[in-house]
């Protein structure tokens, strides 16, 4: 008796604070996910960097002995300046001084990177007057991109979206749910051709050191504002019709991005995964949707008697204007 009685209180202690215990778990498989993701890629990368540390050793060793009156701290003095300039983009090899990295294409390749927030780092401002001007230049255009994205997708998802599944639903008579789960699943099959596959493609041709998965690995970095910056298209030596090519991948950019959000918001709206979000939200109480109600009937009423006394205030200002003659002259003139 009493344990079925524990056992009870128990389940109603946990359907009572079923929305903390589900955040619970989510807060806890996130973690996870970071320490799985970080034991992933230090067992995969680490082999790869220690055989890259000795074969730079082995390099740096070998051309001290073939350059004996060069010492190792001339040497690595020029290379601590070679890697300072490298980390502003800027490169002393012979095959890449012929690329600036701020002429008006560059610099509006790194605006566009900019207020994405993508930054790939490749190209930094160099002066101060150049780092607070980006600090400014960010503030005010990420909620200015962020805006710009939002008015963008809400009216594009309206014709691919909404419009498509409303028409099957009510033409056809099948199921709204279906139908959406499989115009999502359309969807985001012909965003990841169209933005994916495609310019993977293209950029391996374009760029001589990209293969495939190198092109499409850059097509998800970018697409997903990651932006790490390891490839970065456009920087190859004699590259052709350069100025050109910095303006498609720009215009790529602003459209993939805006792909991706119409695809997100897509999935967003499936019925299955606003009920799976919902589980992770704070339920709002009886009382505070009821005070909600109440200040929400309020400001209505309030706003429709403000807008009845306006109206007849306007009927007021509208009608004809026609002189009183004083009261006394109709005296008079009855007198007479």
């Known amino acids: 008796m009493l344990q079925s009685l524990a056992g009870c209180s128990c389940v109603r202690l946990v359907e009572r604070h079923r929305s903390a215990w589900c955040f619970a778990f989510l807060v806890l498989g996130y973690l996870l996910y970071l320490v799985f993701g970080a034991v992933v890629f230090s067992s995969v990368e680490l082999p790869y960097e220690d055989l890259l540390r000795q074969e730079l050793r082995k390099l740096k060793r070998r051309f001290l ?37 701020w002429d008006f294409t560059s610099a509006l390749f790194f605006a566009s990177t900019v207020l994405s927030t993508t930054g ?13 001007f980006c600090i400014i230049y960010s503030v005010i255009g990420i909620p200015f991109t962020l805006l710009f994205l939002t008015a963008v997708v809400q009216r594009i998802i309206v014709y691919v979206t909404r419009r498509p599944v409303l028409y099957f639903h009510i033409r056809w008579g099948f199921s709204k749910q279906i139908v959406a789960i499989i115009h999502a699943v359309i969807l985001g099959f012909v965003t990841v051709s169209c933005f994916f596959f495609i310019p993977a493609a293209v950029f391996s041709v374009m760029e001589d050191d990209w293969n495939f998965l190198e092109s499409f690995y850059f097509c998800f970095i970018s697409l997903s504002t990651i932006g790490l910056g390891d490839y970065v298209p456009g920087e190859g030596y004699n590259q052709k019709f350069r100025e050109l090519y910095k303006i498609g991948i720009t215009c790529y950019l602003l459209l993939g991005l805006i792909a991706m959000l119409v695809v997100l918001e897509t999935f967003c709206e499936l019925r299955e995964l606003k009920r799976f979000r919902k589980m992770f939200y704070v339920k709002k109480d ?4 009821q005070v909600h109600i109440v200040e929400h009937d309020q400001l209505s009423f309030s706003s429709i008697s403000d807008q009845a006394a306006s109206m007849k205030e306007d009927e007021k200002a509208n009608e004809p204007f026609v002189t009183v003659q004083p009261a006394t002259y109709y005296d008079g003139c009855i007198n007479n």
Do not use: I, M
Not at 85 to 98: C, D, Q, R
Not at 120 to 132: E, I, N, Q, R
Not at 286 to 289: L, T
């Open 65 to 101: 002995e073939e350059h004996e009156c060069l010492s190792e701290q001339q040497l690595e003095q020029f290379l601590r300046r070679v890697l300072e300039a490298s980390n502003y983009g800027v490169s002393v090899l012979g095959n890449a001084s012929g690329n600036w990295n």
């Open 120 to 132: 790939y780092g490749h190209t930094v401002p160099l002066s101060d007057g150049g780092k607070a």
């Open 286 to 289: 009886k009382e505070e949707d």
